[in-house]
């Protein structure tokens, strides 16, 4: 079964850091573009930061920046995401996305969400 | 960054009707766009991409069409499992955004 799993969520204070996880099982991982997009409560989604299969590639949202940081560990069939400086306005649902093969941008598995609280 | 704006936000709909939801862009995004299903508590669902192309497992009901800055989501007959919050999304030079969303809602 095709499956990403996210963990590392959690409450934090403003200006602290986290590290989000997502495991990948039931695909080639190493294959494929991995992204994460955000959810903020009652809110539409928001793309956060995507990775091409190699990390050759690596883009982020002007949201985050300078503060956030995409990986990959192959080896793992992991994808992580790096959460520095937070604010509240980082309060969101994270989901880590597959990128669909050929289509560029378009997300045909996603993990079921971490939860990241910013608040003091 | 291209702006994606859906219409109607919310749009009520009973069982057997036809239901239609726009995208426009803000720029031509040459058809990297696709479609998202999503029902409160769960992750987002792949339901059309490159403007029209049904995923696999999508029933046939869904279909998409348009290109340049307009775009629509049809739903031939609605049915029980499809009232929830729709989602376009564009892709361009390795940038992506969504619309808002469009609830449809039982009437």
């Known amino acids: 079964e095709v499956q990403l799993v996210e963990s590392g969520g959690g409450l934090v204070q403003p200006g602290t850091s986290l590290r989000l996880s997502c495991a990948a099982s039931?695909?080639?991982?190493?294959?494929?573009?991995m992204h994460w997009v955000r959810q903020a409560p009652g809110k539409g989604l928001e793309w956060v930061s995507g990775i091409s299969w190699n990390s050759g590639s690596i883009g982020y949202a002007d949201s985050v920046k300078g503060r956030f940081t995409i990986s990959r560990d192959n080896a793992k069939n992991s994808l992580y995401l790096q959460m520095n400086s937070l604010r509240a306005e980082d309060t969101a649902f994270y989901y880590c996305?597959?990128?669909?093969?050929?289509?560029?941008?378009?997300?045909?598995?996603w993990g079921q969400g971490t939860m990241v609280t910013v608040s003091s | 960054d291209i702006q994606m704006t859906q219409s109607p936000s919310t749009l009520s709909a009973s069982v057997g009707d036809r239901v239609t939801i726009t995208c426009r862009a803000s720029?031509?995004?040459?058809?990297?766009l696709a479609w998202y299903q999503q029902k409160p508590g769960k992750a987002p669902k792949l339901l059309i991409y490159?403007?029209?192309s049904l995923e696999s497992g999508v029933p046939s009901r869904f279909s998409g069409s348009g290109s340049g800055t307009e775009f629509t989501l049809t739903i031939s007959s609605v049915q029980p499992d499809d009232f929830a919050t729709y989602y376009c999304q564009q892709y361009n030079s390795y940038s992506q955004t969504f619309g808002q969303g469009t609830k449809v809602e039982i009437k």
């Open positions: 996305a597959k990128e669909k093969l050929g289509v560029p941008g378009t997300f045909d598995i």
């Open positions: 490159k403007a029209s």
């Open positions: 039931g695909f080639t991982f190493d294959v494929y573009a």
């Open positions: 720029q031509s995004i040459s058809g990297w």
